[in-house]
């Protein structure tokens, strides 16, 4: 069975920056092209950053230039870097496969950015 682990959120001001964390256990992770997704209240899910297994990266225009997405394979872990956060950023943010699969969601991790 396949989990998934989330961490790294938190309040933060704008301009400021947090470092995201996703854990995964029980998957040949170092096969999956892995994404972060995040849903703002009243918005539908959407998929912000993917990364292949090779490490190739795609990112959502409102996020191209400040985030980063990277992963470790040796850790099955894949990390979401954010950089001059802007209070549009506030959402909760999940990884999964990209595209996403049903039992790959975690918890979440709610990132704020707030002044």
């Known amino acids: 069975q396949v989990q998934v682990v989330e961490s790294g959120g938190g309040l933060v001001q704008p301009g400021g920056s947090l470092r995201l964390s996703c854990a995964v256990s029980?998957?040949?992770?170092?096969?999956?092209?892995m994404g972060w997704y995040r849903q703002a209240p009243g918005k539908q899910r959407e998929l912000v950053a993917d990364?292949?297994?090779?490490?190739?990266?795609n990112y959502a225009d409102s996020v191209k230039g400040r985030f980063t997405i990277s992963r470790d394979n040796a850790k099955n872990t894949v990390y979401l870097q954010m950089n001059s956060l802007k209070p549009e950023d506030t959402a909760v943010y999940y990884c999964?496969?990209?595209?996403?699969?049903?039992?790959?969601w975690g918890q979440g991790t709610q990132v704020t950015v707030s002044s």
């Open positions: 990364i292949t297994g090779r490490s190739s990266t």
């Open positions: 029980g998957s040949i992770f170092s096969l999956y092209t």
């Open positions: 999964n496969r990209a595209p996403a699969v049903p039992g790959y």
